[in-house]
């Protein structure tokens, strides 16, 4: 059911990302700090669509589908912008499309598990990762305007470490996925 606060939360986070990317084309050092609060609204909504479907008994179907979409989206909207308007270096940019094809890789991999029932829970490392991302993608969308005064260096640092958590926890992912296959495979003969 759509009208559940977790899923409501997690719809909201998905049509802030347009938004998000909008104030992109803002000409003012404000638009980074626009950036910055839109992103951190869409991972409070993160944080507490989990929290209230848990706490209410709300688990859905709907809800486990759509969380990990609209976390990937905003992950993806948030690195695609960064890079479009050159606040990621052409080296980190490395990091970048790795965190991404990882994104699409698990996707894609608990795609097909579930439709032969498998489950591929997530780990308490990718859990790190993406707090990881998360706050590497805040000091960069500050960038220049941040408070710090090493906003860009942080945020390029937390972003090499959430790109190599990022291969770790895709490899660990990716070996149960396939293990799971392997057993299917099995299963069929």
């Given at each position: 059911?759509?009208?559940?606060?977790?899923?409501?939360?997690?719809?909201?986070?998905?049509?802030?990302?347009?938004?998000?990317?909008?104030?992109?084309?803002?000409?003012?050092?404000?638009?980074?700090?626009?950036?910055?609060?839109?992103?951190?609204?869409?991972?409070?909504?993160?944080?507490?669509?989990?929290?209230?479907?848990?706490?209410n008994g709300q688990m859905s179907k709907l809800g486990e589908f759509l969380d990990p979409v609209a976390d990937k989206l905003l992950v993806v909207a948030a690195l695609f912008m960064l890079v479009a308007f050159d606040r990621i270096d052409q080296i980190s940019l490395i990091a970048a499309i790795i965190i991404m094809c990882r994104e699409v890789l698990v996707s894609g991999l608990r795609e097909f598990l579930a439709e032969v029932r498998v489950s591929l829970p997530v780990t308490q490392l990718a859990k790190w990762k993406t707090v990881m991302q998360l706050v590497a993608i805040g000091f960069l969308l500050a960038g220049d305007a941040g408070a710090a005064v090493y906003a860009v260096e942080i945020g390029t640092a937390f972003l090499w470490i959430a790109a190599l958590l990022t291969i770790y926890t895709g490899y660990d992912y990716l070996n149960a996925g396939l293990r799971h296959i392997t057993e299917l495979r099995e299963d069929d003969q």
């Open positions: 059911m759509i009208t559940t606060l977790p899923n409501l939360l997690t719809l909201s986070r998905i049509v802030i990302i347009p938004l998000f990317m909008a104030v992109f084309y803002l000409d003012s050092p404000l638009s980074n700090w626009l950036a910055v609060v839109l992103f951190c609204i869409a991972g409070i909504t993160d944080f507490f669509d989990g929290y209230f479907a848990r706490r």
